[in-house]
């Protein structure tokens, strides 16, 4: 089985990955394209083990009721939505000040058919770094080179 590769489809169209970043694709080839007013999007580091794929995804300042992790079909859906409110009030001197702030983001993976199993993935929050891991199903797993006795 090959390793997994950043899809990255401007800059190397050939090289296949197991899991297809769809925003990645659909929205300019982000974070290439460094236009500020878009939002921002969480880095995501994916790293594959014998066992699992292993994903880490970069979101500081949030709790783990602000995410959602979801498997949908064969897509790995990952979102997040916080909003932060903050009001001062002084009758003495006359003001008001209201602040606002909202975060949201939604990731997606397309995931390799029946090479995972989607009902033992799991994630936590820590550090803020969203760890998610997936597990390979046994026909994915590597194994080691196998010695062949020559007679």
């Keep these: ?9 401007s800059l190397l ?17 982000w974070p290439m394209n460094s236009n500020s007013e878009r939002g921002s999007v969480p880095a995501v580091n994916v790293r594959e083990s014998s066992d699992a794929f292993e994903l880490e995804v970069a979101v500081p300042g949030m709790t783990t ?34 602040e606002f702030n909202y975060q ?11 090479l995972v199993e989607g009902d ?9 770094i969203l760890h998610i891991t997936v597990p390979k199903t046994e026909e994915a797993k590597v194994r080691p080179a196998k010695q062949i006795q020559i007679k």
Aim: hydrophobic share 30%.
């Design 65 to 98: 009721q602000d995410f959602k992790v979801e498997l949908d079909d064969n897509t790995l859906v990952i979102s997040a939505q916080r909003e932060d409110k903050h009001e001062e009030q002084n009758e003495k001197e006359n003001y008001t000040r209201r």
């Design 1 to 9: 089985m090959g390793t997994l590769a950043k899809n990255n489809r």
């Design 120 to 128: 033992k993935i799991s994630a936590n929050y820590h550090d803020g």
């Design 13 to 29: 169209p050939t090289i296949p990955s197991l899991f297809d970043d769809s925003i990645m694709r659909d929205w300019f080839n």
């Design 104 to 114: 949201s983001f939604v990731r997606t993976f397309s995931l390799p058919e029946k």
